[in-house]
């Protein structure tokens, strides 16, 4: 008698261990490692194979879809920049093949935001990618605490713009109410953000 979908995944979970982090995020000082969608499905993909699981996003509706548009100046020139921001609810499948009546499904949430036609594919990405990482438990090594850093090495420094969007998440704040607010663009410098973070602290 085959296994149910819950013992399958149970094994799959058991049989995963880390993910690399090998997509390159950023540039220069602000550059820093992350966990791709490639990579997460390189690693669970075999593994479902194996145990006979089949995933995929089974259906996804947009939550919320936007124009940001902000203004910045530099040296007296005023630019004005139109972002395409989207939040995207997926419903990701996992299904027995030995019983395709049988499967679990886990709603997950994706956010994009591009100047182009890109913010689509962005929310999918992430909405995908996280359904995979929480189903099995899989571990990213984002929690600092949880790897002893390596000897002669130095921990990566949260940028001015990263601690931003993790305060306005603490906080509840809407990212594109904050980015119309402070007139937040691809071009806001590190300065920007420095004096945006203490002002948000101070909320």
Do not use: C, W
């Amino acid at each position: 008698m085959a296994d149910n979908i819950y013992k399958k995944m149970s094994a799959i979970t058991a049989e995963l261990t880390a993910v690399a982090k090998n997509l390159n995020v950023g540039s220069g000082k602000a550059a820093y490692k992350a966990v791709g969608e490639a990579d997460v499905l390189a690693a669970v993909k075999p593994l479902e194979e194996k145990h006979g699981v089949y995933s995929y996003p089974y259906s996804r509706k947009i939550v919320e879809a936007d124009l940001v548009t902000t203004t910045s100046e530099y040296q007296g020139k005023v630019t004005e920049n139109t972002n395409r921001y989207l939040r995207i609810e997926t419903v990701y499948r996992f299904v027995n093949i030995d019983n395709p009546d049988e499967y679990i499904d886990i709603t997950t949430y994706g956010d994009g935001i591009d100047p182009q036609d890109k913010a689509v594919g962005k929310a999918m990405t992430y909405s995908d990618k996280y359904a995979l990482l929480k189903a099995y438990k899989i571990i990213t090594g984002e929690d600092p605490d949880q790897f002893k850093s390596e000897e002669g090495k130095t921990e990566r420094k949260l940028t001015n713009r990263e601690k931003v969007i993790i305060v306005a998440r603490e906080k509840g704040i809407d990212l594109r109410e904050l980015a119309k607010d402070y007139e937040i663009t691809n071009k806001t410098s590190e300065l920007r953000y420095e004096e945006i973070l203490k002002d948000l602290e101070g909320k």
